[in-house]
């Protein structure tokens, strides 16, 4: 009981916070055949890419994200790209200059041929083009890209060959130069080509003082941009979210030109969506709730929360309130009338992309993306909330963005664990949503911050859901209603209710392998809940005792042959011996020994009544494990599960049961 009431208690904030989300539904459409006219009035958009680690981001997908926004539909002359490179590395830098080359021929064969899909990898993977001698001659010439790119991160330098002029060599030297790590690092900045605006800039870096992962990346950029080209509405992108419809800034500007909306608009959300996942969504990578159904609901109160990919800025927003003026001198004063070339523009970028320049600045605290959390979308969408500021939720038909979906668990294990990290960061802090939230945004909007920072409580719950009734089960001891008696009935009323809810608002509409997408999703829910959850806030609590400091585990986006097959056939990757894994496996095999007992006594023909409701509950947690125990026992591909893991959790479920019968015997 003692561990019951917590649980229940966590479940019922996290219930009562997410009909927050349910209170003013907003679904909204775009015209941009009204703006055909305006061109003329478009403002300038700066795009900002980020990527830190060529062999996790591999630097091929890198250009094809640039070279998809590169060809947006919008006036060449307003569009600028910044790409961040924190991993500091020449084959990033080499993928880019590659693409800048190639983006010379990409983007007028696009218009020309009319291609809605400029990602070059999507448009020709498609098999959606008509043959003939431009398209081949085009195609080779994107092959012959990509080619060099991979030899060059296959060898991990740029090859002299591939070198073409004094300028190249002295950039890429740069890279090889004594004291150059991707920790330890100068800031390089190259200015593109005539026709196609393309800047690299890993800042700098120093292995003493903090950069701040990404927020810190992007605060260069804005920096950076802000001395290069201004532009008024900025776009933020993770590398391998590229964009998938060319006119997708002009769905933006639907909102940014309204008259009545600028004002209080400071960002305009696209939905995080994925292209290659898996038909039953095992990993669950499309976050129904999060990424669709409470955006919208979020959009009629203050606005949905940032994404941290796929979203459109005001500049503006970055530097104060809506109604403050205090930073208006820093967006307004610097009209950019010198050419990008210029010496002193280039020497004002580098100084604003050095290590100190934000030392004793509100830069990351009341300026710019925000620090102090791992999930600096969140934290950042949160603080402009409350400044005042008003979001949308742009979720056009065909999707904006195409992002990369992870496809191992561990790796979506470990994904999971940083943003619980950076979550408790969130809603720990001194801007709380429980105290300064409620006292900004109000109490509804207030609540949607609550749910989502609290996020890592689930793991309360699911825990105890997942051990308690089992072991109890095991040791012979009731702990909810008979099953003859009608509480019994309202337990089950109350689980059933809870998942069909689930499955209606979030999984009903779905075209395809609805059923099926939500039971992986509820399956992910409890796998969360049990590994990356409790982890991520006992290495919270370790941080704020500072035992440890937190590190920005990128997710890999590496592609691997074998791993895809299996993630295609809807089989879960386990393979390495994380331990993550061991909670999982732990609770797997105590589900099964409480079931197997429960079987036993109903063939015995022994009364249990009072343990009925435990059985389903274990019978639930086998049916869910079921992957688990394929892993553990019957498969001998890669993706199995280690048998070391195998072993360690079974000795720790023998020795729970151990104790929970020695606690029953001296109950
Ligand atoms: O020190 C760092 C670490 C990461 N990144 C970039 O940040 C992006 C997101 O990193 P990723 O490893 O893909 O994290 P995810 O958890 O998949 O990303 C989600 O969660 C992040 C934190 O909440 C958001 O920033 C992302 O937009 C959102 O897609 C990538 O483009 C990275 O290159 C940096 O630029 N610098
Ligand atoms: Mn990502």
């Not at 080619?147 to 070198?163: A, D, L, Q, S």
């Not at 099953?483 to 998942?499: N, T, V």
Request: proline share 6%; aromatic share 12%; net charge neutral.
């Amino acid at each position: 009981m003692a561990l019951i009431t917590p649980s229940k208690s966590c479940i019922n904030l996290l219930w009562f916070t997410s009909q927050s989300f349910r209170t003013r539904h907003i679904a909204r459409e775009q015209f941009p055949k009204m703006l055909e006219n305006f061109e003329d009035h478009f403002p300038a958009l700066d795009v900002f890419i980020c990527t830190a680690d060529p062999y996790r981001e591999p630097p091929g997908n890198v250009a094809n994200t640039v070279l998809s926004v590169l060809t947006y539909d919008y006036p060449t002359e307003k569009l600028s790209i910044y790409v961040s490179d924190d991993g500091g590395s020449e084959l990033t830098m080499f993928a880019l200059a590659e693409a800048a080359r190639f983006g010379v021929h990409w983007l007028p064969f696009c218009r020309e041929n009319g291609v809605v899909e400029r990602c070059p990898d999507a448009y020709f993977s498609s098999d959606n083009y008509a043959e003939n001698s431009q398209l081949h001659k085009i195609k080779l010439m994107y092959e012959n890209m990509i080619t060099r790119i991979n030899n060059v991160v296959e060898r991990g330098k740029v090859n002299e060959e591939y070198i073409s002029n004094e300028d190249e060599q002295e950039a890429y030297s740069k890279y090889s130069s004594d004291g150059f790590t991707p920790h330890h690092h100068p800031s390089t900045i190259q200015a593109g080509s005539d026709s196609v605006r393309l800047f690299m800039r890993p800042r700098q870096k120093s292995n003493t003082s903090p950069h701040h992962f990404k927020a810190g990346a992007l605060n260069v950029l804005l920096r950076v941009s802000g001395i290069m080209t201004n532009g008024p509405i900025i776009l933020t992108l993770d590398c391998d979210m590229y964009s998938n419809d060319p006119s997708t800034p002009k769905l933006a500007l639907c909102y940014f030109l309204d008259q009545s909306l600028w004002p209080n608009l400071a960002f305009v959300q696209t939905p995080q969506r994925f292209h290659g996942h898996n038909w039953a969504d095992i990993y669950a990578s499309e976050f129904k709730a999060l990424a669709h159904a409470n955006p919208m609901g979020m959009d009629g109160l203050c606005g949905p929360n940032y994404m941290g990919t796929g979203c459109f800025f005001k500049r503006r927003a970055f530097f104060g309130g809506p109604s403050s003026f205090e930073q208006q001198g820093m967006i307004q004063d610097l009209v950019v009338n010198k050419p990008i070339e210029a010496q002193t523009i280039l020497e004002q970028a580098h100084q604003m992309a050095s290590v100190n320049y934000e030392n004793q600045t509100n830069w990351g605290f009341k300026m710019g993306f925000r620090y102090g959390s791992l999930v600096e979308d969140i934290y950042t969408g949160y603080q402009l909330h409350c400044e005042g500021w008003k979001s949308i939720f742009c979720n056009p038909k065909r999707p904006a963005f195409l992002g990369h979906v992870p496809l191992s668990l561990n790796e979506v294990l470990i994904q999971m664990k940083r943003w619980a990290v950076g979550l408790l960061e969130v809603a720990l802090s001194k801007n709380s949503p429980i105290t300064f939230g409620m006292g900004h945004l109000g109490p509804i909007m207030a609540q949607c911050y609550i749910h989502y920072t609290f996020w890592p409580i689930h793991s309360l719950p699911i825990t105890i859901y997942a051990l308690l009734p089992q072991l109890t089960l095991l040791s012979g001891v009731p702990i909810f209603p008979k099953i003859s008696s009608p509480w019994s009935l309202l337990h089950i009323f109350l689980f059933l209710g809870a998942y069909m809810q689930d499955y209606c608002l979030n999984f009903a509409s779905t075209s395809q392998g609805s059923l099926r997408r939500w039971w992986s999703d509820q399956r992910m829910w409890i796998i969360r809940g049990l590994s990356s959850f409790p982890v991520g806030i006992i290495e919270y609590l370790m941080k704020r005792m500072g035992i440890v400091t937190q590190k920005f585990n990128v997710t890999s986006k590496v592609v691997d042959h074998d791993q895809v097959t299996r993630y295609n056939r809807g089989i879960i990757e386990f393979g390495v011996a994380s331990p993550m894994f061991v909670p999982l496996v732990t609770t797997s095999m105590i589900n099964l020994m409480a079931l197997v007992k429960a079987l036993v006594s109903y063939y015995k023909g022994e009364n249990f009544d009072g343990l009925f409701l435990n059985t389903l509950i274990a019978c639930f947690g086998v049916v869910n494990c079921l992957p688990i125990y394929e892993a553990m026992v019957l498969r001998v591909d890669k993706g199995r599960m280690p048998t070391k893991i195998t072993i360690i959790s079974t000795f720790l479920a023998l020795c729970l049961y151990i104790i929970c019968l020695f606690l029953v015997g001296h109950m």
